[in-house]
């Protein structure tokens, strides 16, 4: 899988967008970007992901650049709640449904 | 729909001793995953099932840690002996493996503390 690059952390006032990007330089054309993120002390939990094209559901917006080597998660309307380390993660869909590589990913701080 | 459930949550040992994890998949989903999360870090897959047979274990400590999944269900992670940096998170995870669609679905995971 190829190399993801995350900042290490990141702040947000709540009620703002926040924008978490991620570098992915080395992807492969039938590679995805997935994100996922944890809260403290619970399993990761599954956001979005995408191919090529932005994709948009009830969590979150996923922008890939059109040469796909970075992309951006945006939460649309922060919360305290969205406080977490959020992992991006290159990955290919369907493919045997293979173990994911974690990086240290971003922890994103929400404040009041 | 329940979610994945794991036991116990905490668990303190001391080192040389035994432990094991209990992992309930979603039901229905026929790949199961167990990952170590050492704290400052991102998860890292030990052991993935796809029913009742192995998948990746490469890189599972196979000297200490062993893992199996009866019937294609449920699933236990066993260490032994342990070791003081065994301490970590032990995840288990659970996937439909559906062509299109394979999302992973964690539990809460159990803490391992190694004294």
């Known amino acids: 899988d190829a190399k993801t690059t995350q900042p290490p952390s990141m702040d947000c006032a709540e009620g703002r967008a926040a924008n978490l990007p991620c570098n992915h330089s080395?992807?492969?054309?039938?590679?995805?970007v997935y994100w996922y993120r944890q809260i403290h002390s619970q399993g990761p939990q599954y956001i979005i992901h995408?191919?090529?094209n932005n994709e948009t559901n009830e969590m979150a917006s996923l922008i890939i650049t059109e040469d796909r080597k970075s992309s951006t998660l945006i939460l649309p309307h922060a919360t305290l709640r969205d406080t977490a380390v959020y992992y991006c993660?290159?990955?290919?869909?369907?493919?045997?449904?293979?173990?994911?590589?974690f990086g240290k990913g971003t922890h994103l701080i929400i404040q009041p | 729909e329940a979610g994945v459930a794991q036991s116990p949550r905490y668990k303190i040992i001391e080192k040389r001793q035994s432990v094991a994890f209990w992992c309930n998949p979603i039901?229905?989903?026929?790949?199961l995953y167990w990952y170590q999360q050492i704290l400052g870090q991102g998860p890292k897959l030990l052991i993935q099932?796809?029913?009742?047979?192995?998948?990746?274990d490469s890189q599972l400590p196979k000297d200490r840690f062993s893992a199996e999944r009866l019937k294609g269900v449920d699933s236990t992670l066993k260490i032994q002996p342990a070791k003081l940096e065994d301490s970590a998170v032990y995840l288990c995870?659970?996937?439909?493996?559906?062509?299109?669609?394979?999302?992973?679905?964690f539990g809460p995971g159990t803490r391992l503390t190694v004294l």
């Open positions: 080395t992807i492969s054309g039938n590679e995805y």
């Open positions: 995408g191919l090529k």
């Open positions: 039901s229905g989903h026929a790949t």
């Open positions: 995870a659970s996937s439909l493996f559906d062509r299109g669609t394979d999302t992973q679905y």
């Open positions: 099932f796809q029913n009742n047979g192995v998948v990746d």
């Open positions: 993660i290159v990955r290919i869909s369907g493919g045997g449904a293979d173990g994911l590589t």
